[in-house]
């Protein structure tokens, strides 16, 4: 099952996916908003500095106007807040936190008000963790399910057709058998470890998200066959995924490879004449 993991992944490896990680932007509840949560390393027992930025989900920049409310928490109780109703007119805030130790911090924004109009209460959850590396949000969904977050920033929105490709295969072939399940866990604690900064990446240039789209189209194509196939039993998702995986090494390295060689070859021959 590693070996198959680490074979899903070589595709992946065609994007930078050794960039930070101390950055995350994610969508309320209902999504009004997207909120961005970054910060610089953190030490325990020292002050780290949040930086929060209230984002317009269409325009793509900074929504001025918020009223918010914010909560760091631990297993053990609140660090931090929650603080009274509080407004920013900037849409953009600093908040100096102390974590006490290492751990799993949750960090709980609360938005009720955009351009001094009250709004029905949304929320978004930030999982954050503190220990010898920098901290690594992940995203929380509150139905257990994590989302695609590079699949969707590429795409505009998980309602197109390719995000809910994806979903489906997900949910209704993967992780209907143990093996898909561990696959997916396997896979979501390296995948959510540089989507986020990938998706940021996306959001903030055009030009990377249409090489990203580019990147993903050959992947999603090959993907679509799994729709098409009886994957209900251990077998049949090793058997399929084997022959996926391998497809798509032969599609990102093997041709691009293959292509490098006959360029070399020629070159080679062209000299010699």
């Given at each position: 099952?590693?070996?198959?993991?680490?074979?899903?992944?070589?595709?992946?490896?065609?994007?930078?996916?050794?960039?930070?990680?101390?950055?995350?932007?994610?969508?309320?509840?209902?999504?009004?908003?997207?909120?961005?949560?970054?910060?610089?390393?953190?030490?325990?027992?020292?002050?780290?500095?949040?930086?929060?930025?209230?984002?317009?989900?269409?325009?793509?920049?900074?929504?001025?106007?918020?009223?918010?409310?914010?909560?760091?928490?631990?297993?053990?109780?609140?660090?931090?807040?929650?603080?009274?109703?509080?407004?920013?007119?900037?849409?953009?805030?600093?908040?100096?936190?102390?974590?006490?130790?290492?751990g799993v911090y949750h960090i709980v924004l609360e938005i009720?008000?955009?351009?001094?109009?009250?709004?029905?209460?949304?929320?978004?959850?930030?999982?954050?963790?503190?220990?010898?590396?920098?901290?690594?949000?992940?995203?929380?969904?509150?139905?257990?399910?994590?989302?695609?977050?590079?699949?969707?920033?590429?795409?505009?929105?998980?309602?197109?057709?390719?995000?809910?490709?994806?979903?489906?295969?997900?949910?209704?072939?993967?992780?209907?058998?143990?093996?898909?399940?561990?696959?997916?866990?396997?896979?979501?604690?390296?995948?959510?470890?540089?989507?986020?900064?990938?998706?940021?990446?996306?959001?903030?240039?055009?030009?990377?998200?249409?090489?990203?789209?580019?990147?993903?189209?050959?992947?999603?194509?090959?993907?679509?066959?799994?729709?098409?196939?009886?994957?209900?039993?251990?077998?049949?998702?090793?058997?399929?995924?084997?022959?996926?995986?391998?497809?798509?090494?032969?599609?990102?390295?093997?041709?691009?490879?293959?292509?490098?060689?006959?360029?070399?070859?020629?070159?080679?021959?062209?000299?010699?004449?």
């Amino acid at each position: 099952m590693k070996l198959l993991i680490i074979l899903f992944l070589i595709p992946l490896f065609i994007i930078p996916v050794f960039a930070q990680t101390n950055s995350q932007t994610l969508p309320t509840e209902k999504g009004t908003l997207e909120v961005k949560l970054s910060y610089d390393e953190s030490i325990p027992g020292q002050q780290t500095k949040l930086n929060i930025d209230f984002i317009n989900p269409f325009t793509k920049k900074i929504q001025e106007h918020i009223d918010y409310k914010i909560t760091v928490s631990k297993d053990t109780g609140n660090i931090f807040g929650p603080i009274p109703l509080t407004h920013t007119s900037l849409g953009s805030v600093k908040i100096p936190v102390e974590f006490i130790d290492d751990g799993v911090y949750h960090i709980v924004l609360e938005i009720e008000g955009i351009l001094f109009q009250p709004i029905p209460l949304e929320k978004v959850s930030f999982e954050v963790t503190v220990g010898e590396y920098l901290m690594q949000p992940v995203q929380t969904p509150q139905d257990g399910k994590s989302g695609c977050l590079i699949a969707t920033a590429t795409y505009g929105t998980e309602l197109a057709p390719q995000v809910q490709q994806l979903r489906e295969l997900r949910d209704g072939k993967l992780l209907q058998t143990e093996s898909g399940t561990s696959f997916m866990n396997s896979f979501n604690l390296f995948y959510y470890s540089f989507s986020p900064t990938i998706a940021d990446w996306e959001r903030e240039s055009p030009v990377f998200k249409e090489i990203v789209k580019i990147t993903l189209t050959p992947l999603i194509s090959s993907l679509s066959i799994l729709n098409h196939v009886d994957m209900d039993s251990e077998i049949s998702v090793f058997s399929y995924g084997t022959s996926l995986i391998l497809l798509n090494v032969g599609m990102y390295v093997g041709i691009p490879v293959f292509g490098i060689f006959k360029i070399y070859q020629f070159k080679k021959n062209k000299v010699q004449l």
